[in-house]
């Protein structure tokens, strides 16, 4: 199975920093990759696929980039709203994975 | 509106069976690749099973197989995931999610596009 390794796996940051996730494949997965948010008790939410495609409604502050076996998720301003936890997740084969996760917390 | 909505969660003995069910509606559930994700309390999401449209691949996280069986129904929009054997370690909400996409016949589904609101589900004597 590929192992997807996420970090940082909790980030403190303010209102206005630029914030930057990185998610490491443990094989190539070429560019079949998503980025989902998720908050406490909800489902989680596309943002980005095929590594760097934004999600139709997801605000421009996102984005991603990479492709091989590494990847970042950027939100150049963060938000109020985007305090949450993000989750990598490849689909290069049938047998799916999601990284650990990054908790984005109020510093 | 797109909505997936998953059922049949609750409390299970260690040991027991348990079938979860996710009601598709507002498009063509034929015409989709769907998925189980659960997620254990306090943890991340972990992948379990995805369907082909048809009903005639399946695939499993490797630890899974031989416990868990994914079935659909398409004539009634409805996904299931059989449990049985439960383990404590299966204490989790379990999502239901479609696969997207992006070529007309899809050999290998693309990412999940759509979740459903999760059912939990807790094995526990």
């Known amino acids: 199975d590929i192992q997807m390794t996420q970090s940082p796996s909790t980030l403190s940051a303010s209102v206005g920093d630029r914030v930057t996730i990185t998610c490491r494949a443990s094989?190539?997965?070429?560019?079949?990759l998503a980025w989902y948010q998720q908050k406490p008790g909800k489902a989680p939410k596309l943002l980005i696929y095929?590594?760097?495609t934004l999600e139709t409604g997801v605000p421009s502050r996102f984005s991603g980039s990479g492709s091989g076996t590494e990847f970042t998720l950027t939100i150049s301003s963060l938000q109020p709203d985007d305090f949450a936890t993000y989750y990598c997740?490849?689909?290069?084969?049938?047998?799916?994975?999601f990284g650990q996760g990054t908790k984005v917390e109020i510093k | 509106e797109v909505q997936l909505v998953e059922s049949g969660g609750g409390l299970v003995q260690p040991g027991g069976s348990l079938t979860l069910s996710c009601a598709a509606s507002?498009?063509?559930?034929?015409?989709?690749?769907m998925t189980w994700v659960r997620q254990g309390p306090g943890k991340g999401l972990e992948w379990v099973a995805t369907?082909?449209?048809?009903?005639?691949?399946?695939y499993y996280e490797d630890s899974l197989k031989g416990r868990f069986t994914i079935s659909r129904d398409n004539p009634k929009n409805s996904l299931h995931l059989q449990m049985v054997s439960l383990r404590a370690e299966d204490t989790a909400v379990y999502y239901c999610?479609?696969?997207?996409?992006?070529?007309?016949?899809?050999?290998?589904?693309?990412?999940?596009?759509?979740w459903g609101k999760g059912t939990a589900v807790t094995v526990s004597s």
């Open positions: 095929k590594a760097s």
């Open positions: 094989q190539s997965i070429s560019s079949w």
């Open positions: 999610a479609r696969v997207y996409c992006t070529s007309d016949i899809c050999y290998l589904p693309d990412y999940i596009d759509v």
């Open positions: 507002g498009f063509t559930f034929s015409r989709f690749w």
């Open positions: 369907i082909k449209e048809d009903g005639s691949e399946t």
């Open positions: 997740h490849q689909y290069n084969n049938y047998l799916r994975t």
